[in-house]
């Protein structure tokens, strides 16, 4: 039953993680390794391998953009923010969200 449940979550994951990333990132821009790590301690993903190339999709697609900074440690460090097109997205995302939520709740009461 585990099985099922990391499988079911994982799909469920992968469907929204886009979304999740254009949210944190529209509150403020961020790093990759930032966006990582509030992802996992949101539950949201289970390690920073594939949020890397979901980033650089999302930098093609025009969802976000993305500049360099030196950091401190002397390593330079590429800060993502979200676009205007990323802001369109994530208004359509939450609009679809929020009709489709109550219709799976529905659907699962009455199959209790």
């Given amino acids: 039953m585990a099985d099922?449940?990391?499988?079911?979550?994982?799909?469920?994951?992968?469907?929204?993680?886009?979304?999740c990333v254009l949210a944190l990132l529209a509150r403020r821009e961020m790093y990759g390794l930032q966006l990582a790590d509030e992802l996992v301690?949101?539950?949201?993903?289970?390690?920073?391998?594939?949020?890397?190339?979901?980033?650089?999709?999302?930098?093609?697609t025009g969802s976000v953009s993305t500049r360099w900074e030196s950091a401190a440690s002397g390593r330079p460090r590429?800060?993502?923010?979200?676009?205007?097109?990323?802001?369109?997205?994530?208004?359509?995302?939450?609009?679809?969200?929020?009709?489709?939520?109550?219709?799976?709740g529905a659907l699962l009461k009455e199959e209790s």
Avoid: C, H
């Avoid at 990391?6 to 799909?11: C, D, G, P």
């Avoid at 301690?41 to 930098?59: D, F, K």
């Avoid at 590429?78 to 489709?100: H, S």
């Fill in 4 to 19: 099922d449940d990391e499988r079911i979550a994982t799909n469920i994951r992968k469907g929204v993680l886009e979304f």
């Fill in 41 to 60: 301690e949101r539950g949201l993903t289970a390690s920073e391998g594939s949020l890397y190339p979901l980033l650089a999709r999302m930098r093609d």
């Fill in 78 to 104: 590429r800060y993502y923010a979200v676009t205007d097109r990323g802001r369109d997205q994530l208004r359509t995302f939450a609009a679809v969200w929020q009709t489709i939520v109550p219709q799976v």
